[in-house]
């Protein structure tokens, strides 16, 4: 791999986040320079002989579509090696599309892992234990993917079993998101807010916006789980299942990081 590389990514709950900088430091380590990115910021041109990191959180088995959208959005290219870690809690179908879409416009699909990470979306109490056996696994699993990677290893296959016809379903059609844009509507608890607006500036998809001095959640939410996450005062809920709630991904920091 190349010694400069162009780092994209999109982290909601804080998981992907996390990993990220991990690697970062790795990469750091080995002398590796990173130009870091989000993706709902959009593609940025850069010079074409840096690798392509991309790292992006599992929803649906497949991604949020706006993050399908941001891949769909890269420009031809000739040959450019691409590195992905995809985040997730049990299971995916996305690196084979993906990499079907990067062939298809010239890139060269070169080392991919899935790597499990708890829940931040939870119907119960967390169980530290097992949060605590992810996260230690997960690191370790970061780290092997650099050390991968800066030997020249090329290794493209998915871990983690999925259904192609929701994978299908999510990046091509709206289906799978009016679903659950109707069953997992999204409110802000008025007595919570406190009208800081972090959410509306944090949303990916413009999904969120200030009616009456309380933030409104439209009709555009693709699930990615930032704005309750990142919520300083728990203030966004699932309407009508007050049993579902958020994390962030610093409330269970991991010793590996430290």
Not at 166 to 179: A, D, Q
Not at 186 to 204: A, D, G, Y
Not at 213 to 233: I, Q, S
Request: proline share 5%; charged share 20%; net charge positive.
């Amino acid at each position: 791999m190349n010694s400069t590389v162009d780092f994209y990514y999109f982290s909601g709950t804080g998981n992907t986040k996390a990993i990220v900088d991990f690697v970062i430091k790795v990469l750091k380590i080995h002398n590796v320079r990173t130009s870091l990115n989000r993706m709902d910021n959009g593609y940025m041109p850069s010079n074409s002989a840096n690798d392509l990191w991309l790292a992006f959180p599992v929803n649906s088995q497949a991604v949020s579509p706006f993050i399908w959208r941001f891949f769909r959005s890269l420009p031809q290219s000739n040959g450019t090696r691409v590195y992905v870690i995809a985040t997730l809690n049990n299971s995916s179908y996305i690196l084979e599309p993906l990499s079907t879409l990067l062939k298809n416009k010239g890139y060269l699909p070169t080392l991919a892992c899935e790597i499990s990470m708890p829940n931040n979306m939870l119907d119960g109490e967390a169980s530290p234990d097992d949060d605590q056996n992810r996260l230690t696994a997960a690191y370790k699993k970061a780290d092997t993917f650099v050390r991968k990677a800066i030997g020249g290893e090329s290794s493209w296959n998915s871990e983690y079993a999925g259904s192609r016809a929701v994978s299908f379903l999510s990046r091509r059609t709206v289906l799978p998101w009016m679903s659950m844009r109707l069953m997992l509507r999204l409110r802000t608890v008025p007595s919570k807010c406190m009208n800081c607006e972090l959410c509306v500036l944090q949303c990916p998809t413009g999904n969120i916006v200030v009616v009456d001095d309380l933030p409104y959640h439209g009709y555009k939410c693709d699930y990615c789980m930032k704005c309750a996450a990142n919520c300083p005062r728990s203030a966004i809920v699932v309407s009508g299942k007050d049993n579902i709630h958020f994390r962030n991904a610093r409330m269970h920091k991991s010793t590996m990081e430290q």
